[in-house]
């Protein structure tokens, strides 16, 4: 873990301490590693969405849906 020095505004601070439990670190660490599974949530659901309107995407995807269904087994 590395160790960081902030400023926070005295009503952050006051928030901060009333919820955190004593554990400032902790709390903090779980907020932040909370929207950073927002963030890339919305970068993956930003991509997928590009990658539905993009016509030759669909195409070459199409292309290898075909190949799956050709009765090859990686299986055997």
Same mark, same amino acid.
């Given at each position: &873990?590395?160790?960081?020095?902030i400023s926070l505004e005295a009503e952050v601070l006051q928030f901060l301490d009333r919820f955190a439990n004593g554990n400032r670190s902790s709390y903090i660490n779980s907020l932040l590693s909370h929207q950073r599974l927002q963030a890339l949530e919305t $970068? &993956?659901?930003t991509a997928l969405l590009k990658d539905a309107e993009d016509k030759d995407y =669909? $195409? $070459?995807v199409a =292309?290898?849906?075909?190949a799956v269904r050709d009765g090859i087994d !990686? !299986?055997?």
């Open positions: &873990m590395v160790k960081v020095t $970068e &993956m659901i =669909l $195409e $070459e =292309l290898w849906d075909s !990686a !299986a055997d």
